[in-house]
DNA sequence: TATACATAAATGAACGTTCATTCTTTTTTT
DNA sequence: AAAAAAAGAATGAACGTTCATTTATGTATA
């Protein structure tokens, strides 16, 4: 329980630097869970060792989440609204549906490929039972301005009248795969590569 | 160290039942292994419950495998192996390469849509730190095939000049996000499904 | 302003539990 | 009877979590 936290702090008129050092140090501890679960998997990063390198005492973890559950749970939100905001952030609805595909496209690579951790993480939630299934349905939820885009788009005939799941694993989620490609070593993708990606992308969902 | 086992059962004359035994335990070991990880993760799939649903002592588990690391290690490298051998069954050098990718392919579908438990395991090991590195090559290595058909693809100009990562981005790798969703109740695949799937496929390799 | 009081944040040590692994004994096989 | 395989109980280490205490911060009183 940390509810405690935010209703002090704001009901009293309290220093911004303190409420500052809160937030300062729940955000270490969310990356923290990331760097090593990302390095050594969820079952060894223990809490300690979170903890030691967050530079908190194991006991202050629970300050500020309910347990290691709750503090991956909190960190897959986290990560993936994120995510979700950083690859919405320059589309808008008054764009065509080719233009606003690209757009999201684009910055869905851009955050695969340059925010690694995050994106590395959220591959592994994705793909594991280590955030339950309460919070995966929440993280969902953050994607659904691609699925209004998609939806015009096969009003207008742009884009084939097929799943979003299809739509999704056809268009989208290579660029995990080629994410994880990238961090491990076996490739480096450039410019051009991105191009060929991009076009095989929208070859496979377009009319 | 399960060396004894083999050595001592080939060198002397050993009754077939015994040596059949043998290979049920480990099989029902690696198939617990796989059941468990699937549901609860490395991190809530301890070596007392393996023992359990296979049936045996959680001491008999060292008389087959070194450690908790080798079992996963053996059982992701099993698997891979399985699938692979499933994938190319069908196919022939002979083909021609529009022919033999479409082989592949449906083959590599009808393994991950109906053999979901080994397929779900599959895709945790390789996006999570839970086999080691060396294991992981190892299992790379068994897509071999794959790979040639494609170089002899781009040499005959039928498929796209691009990196085989991209080729599998695109290609194949859309149906683990396929498979992970069905299993998740999100979704199911039928024939139609899987023929757009197909196309979809076809169409972001081809030139 | 100085002092005493109150509250919240943070800690290191300790708890009970569970884990992977080993040891000793029993069972099975030859 | 000897040897191998399997079992169950035991073990130390490591885990997540809690506890008793200390430190830091804010408030009220004079």
Chains 1, 2 share one sequence.
Not at 133 to 138: A, C, D, I, M, V
Not at 190 to 206: C, F, G, P, Q, V
């Amino acid at each position: 329980m940390n509810v405690h936290l935010c209703i002090s702090l704001w009901g009293n008129s309290i220093t911004m630097a303190k409420l500052q050092k809160s937030i300062d140090k729940r955000n270490a501890l969310l990356k923290a869970t990331i760097n090593l679960v990302n390095n050594d998997g969820f079952h060894a990063a223990p809490m300690s060792k979170i903890a030691k390198m967050a530079g908190v005492s194991p006991a202050t973890i629970y300050l500020y989440f309910e347990n290691k559950q709750d503090l991956v749970n909190k960190a897959y939100l986290e990560v993936k609204s994120a995510f979700t905001d950083y690859a919405f952030a320059t589309y808008s609805d008054e764009m065509s549906v080719n233009e606003g595909f690209e757009v999201i496209w684009r910055r869905i690579a851009d955050f695969k490929l340059n925010q690694c951790e995050e994106a590395l993480f959220l591959a592994q939630c994705d793909n594991t039972p280590m955030v339950d299934e309460p919070s995966r349905k929440e993280g969902i939820k953050h994607l659904q301005p691609l699925l209004a885009l998609w939806e015009r788009g096969k009003k207008e005939g742009v884009i084939k009248p097929i799943s979003d799941y299809l739509l999704y694993a056809y268009a989208i989620n290579p660029l995990s795969f080629l994410m994880i490609m990238q961090q491990r070593g076996a490739c480096a993708i450039n410019r051009s590569h991105l191009d060929e990606a991009y076009k095989a992308a929208w070859d496979s969902i377009k009319m």
